[in-house]
């Protein structure tokens, strides 16, 4: 069973962190990854960087930017966690635009992922239909669980269809926003978390955007199977630096 | 029958698409599903062609350039997209784009603009309809293109710095699509060229197709026949390009040239010939040629014309390139801008330099002496006379 689905099983919310891979520093990848483990993070998102992340907000450009600029790119990447699995357990997922992966070659990238120990794949660029018709096979032959995003503004038809092409969970994304924008929730996020629990749908559903502190991972998670925290950890990252880690994660739950 | 234009989900050929994220697919489907509905409505149809013939001055003229003509040896003639109010074809589009966004009913226009051109034919049909603007623009070009900021202002718009990346076009541009991901119910995202996803590189054609709509009949005036040997246009993202290829897409007797900008040379390194120098990719939303590293980080272009200065071309031109249907020439800055005076001094026409590109072909390459080449002159150069102070030492 991949291990996010293994995850999933567990009997509790699930906090997942995203952070962008070559920043603050090129080598801090492999660290930031052990350091969230030890603090019981249960799902890792390594950010892909990207030159255009067009649904990024400010402090992620700015990360993205910056370990482009430390001299990131997609080989470098899977060198840093050719050996991740000697000394990680967590599901690990890469999270990045369509772009890079298409120029490293689709089946090459994922074939990569795999003999590494990558569990999944978010590439919010890289739409349903397009997955479904040239890449699913692909995915599948290297295990890996490809997750879709939805929004308050996603009809329920098409939420229903992303469900059924989802095996492990879907990204909800709680209001209308790039990353980082917004903070906190309102009654518009409560009535949509609410809305999509009544749908009792197969896959579990993990809230991002708009998710910093203990407060709103709290209210993130009331209805849902999780959170996701990306820019409040880089911000973080970029102010405390990768031994402070553990101080953001207990700040959180 | 085989043809060069969009299919139903917006591919030509292998490119185009709509590559966005989930938080962009309602926006976009919402117009993907009512754009041509709304396009072949009479009182759409009624509305826009009566603002193109009264406000935005259309016909423009097809005219026999004599003594170009004369110097090449060959027929040229110009189609004056340079008259139309605001002083390029960009407006076509915009008086299209805000009347679909009224149909849709938004009251809020976003834009992005690289030079400025597009921007202030947003601002002109956001005043004329009295609906708010906000046009993003990278740092770096509100610098350099100061009077068309100062336009957009006057308009009522407001001008907001795209602060992010290179702070030039493609980072105004991401700060659009940012914006619209905020703001996704009121707001209507008026795209300036065929780029973009699915349905804007059709749409966006489809507004500028008047421009070709027009050199047939003009040119079955002026010629006895609706078809040219060639149209030429220059291409950046390739709005008025497509506009002027549009009708004669699926036609083999004419033939299609499309002039980009080699900037200081091919493989200067400072260049923005995306046929010459781009791979297939994604660029905002659509698959298509882009210049970009072989790690896929969308690159830098660079062109003296900052409108034809986008690492990316329309799906309908990299389709056109790859499939051997269009002629891809790259000029670089020297010679657009050496054409572009000669275009002064020979009709007494001072072109945008975008437009001097297109024009810089006849010393690069052979006419009959009986062909009929039509050249769009997609813009009046204005604008640009700080460039060609500089340039020339005026």
Redesign the interface.
């Known amino acids: 069973m991949n291990r996010i689905n293994k995850k999933l099983q567990e009997d509790k919310k699930m906090l997942s962190i995203y952070f962008t891979a070559g920043y603050p520093k090129l080598n801090d990848t492999v660290p930031i990854i052990e350091e969230l483990e030890k603090n019981g993070v249960d799902l890792i998102e390594i950010g892909l960087p990207?030159?255009?992340?067009?649904?990024?907000?400010?402090t992620i450009?700015q990360s993205s930017?910056a370990a482009?600029k430390n001299g990131m790119?997609?080989?470098l990447l899977f060198q840093q966690l050719k050996g991740i699995r000697k000394t990680v357990s967590v599901p690990l997922i890469i999270m990045g635009?369509?772009?890079?992966?298409?120029?490293?070659g689709v089946e090459a990238f994922c074939k990569k992922c795999q003999e590494i120990g990558i569990d999944g794949l978010i590439l919010?660029?890289?739409?349903l239909d397009?997955y479904q018709e040239e890449y699913k096979s692909i995915f599948e032959k290297y295990g890996l669980i490809n997750v879709?995003?939805?929004?308050p503004?996603?009809?329920e038809a098409?939420i229903k269809a992303i469900d059924d092409a989802s095996e492990g969970f879907i990204y909800m994304?709680s209001s209308?926003?790039?990353t980082g924008?917004k903070e906190g929730f309102g009654p518009e996020q409560k009535a949509y978390f609410e809305r999509i629990t009544e749908m009792k749908l197969k896959n579990p559903q993990i809230v991002g955007f708009g998710i910093s502190n203990s407060d709103t991972f709290q209210q993130a998670t009331q209805k849902t199977k999780g959170a996701i925290i990306g820019s409040a950890f880089i911000k973080h990252l970029s102010q405390k630096g990768v031994s402070k880690i553990g101080q953001f994660v207990k700040g959180i739950r | 029958m085989k043809t060069y234009h969009a299919d139903e989900r917006g591919y030509y050929g292998e490119f185009g698409?709509?590559?966005?994220?989930?938080?962009l697919?309602?926006n976009c489907e919402e117009l993907r599903q009512n754009y041509l509905r709304i396009m072949e409505e009479p009182s759409f149809q009624k509305e826009f062609h009566q603002l193109l013939k009264d406000y935005v001055g259309r016909p423009t003229p097809l005219y026999f350039a004599k003594r170009l003509s004369e110097k090449y040896n060959t027929k040229i003639y110009l189609k004056r997209e340079d008259l139309c109010h605001t002083g390029a074809h960009k407006v076509n589009n915009t008086i299209g784009q805000i009347l679909m966004a009224k149909k849709l009913g938004k009251n809020r226009i976003i834009a992005e603009t690289g030079a400025g051109q597009h921007g202030v034919a947003t601002a002109t049909v956001c005043a004329l309809m009295g609906i708010e603007c906000v046009v993003y623009m990278g740092e770096i070009d509100i610098a350099r293109q100061a009077p068309n900021v100062a336009r957009m202002k006057m308009l009522g718009t407001e001008v907001r710095p795209a602060l992010?990346?290179s702070r030039t076009l493609?980072?105004a541009t991401?700060e659009a699509?940012?914006d619209w991901?905020?703001?996704?119910?009121d707001t209507h995202y008026i795209i300036g060229s065929v780029v973009g996803p699915h349905p804007y590189p059709d749409m966006v054609a489809r507004f500028q197709s008047v421009i070709s709509e027009e050199i047939k009949w003009q040119l079955k005036e002026k010629e006895g026949r609706e078809n040219p040997d060639y149209v030429v246009a220059c291409v950046g993202g390739g709005s008025n390009a497509a506009g002027a290829y549009y009708h004669y897409l699926d036609v083999p007797d004419v033939g299609i040239i499309a002039v980009e900008a080699a900037g200081k040379g091919i493989n200067s390194g400072e260049s923005a010939a995306t046929s010459a120098l781009g791979?297939?990719?994604?660029?905002?939303?659509s698959k298509t040629l882009l210049m970009?590293t072989?790690?896929?980080?969308?690159?830098e272009p660079y062109s003296i014309s900052a409108g034809l200065d986008y690492p990316g071309v329309g799906p309908m031109h990299a389709h056109l390139f790859k499939s051997g249907r269009g002629e891809f020439i790259s000029i670089t800055d020297d010679k657009a801008m050496t054409a572009g005076l000669a275009l002064c001094q020979l009709e007494g026409i001072i072109p945008a330099i975008e437009t001097s590109h297109a024009f810089a072909i006849f010393e690069e390459r052979q006419f009959e002496k009986d062909d009929v080449v039509v050249v769009n002159l997609s813009g009046r150069g204005d604008k640009d006379l700080r460039n060609y102070i500089d340039y020339f030492r005026l």
């Open positions: 990207f030159s255009d992340p067009l649904a990024d907000g400010p450009q930017t482009l790119h997609t080989e635009y369509f772009n890079p992966v298409l120029q490293y919010p660029d890289l739409p397009v879709f995003l939805i929004t503004q996603t009809s098409r994304v209308a926003s790039t924008a | 698409g709509a590559f966005i994220p989930e938080m697919y309602p992010s990346g493609k980072d991401n699509i940012r991901i905020n703001n996704p119910v791979k297939v990719g994604i660029i905002h939303g970009q072989d790690d896929g980080q969308i690159t």
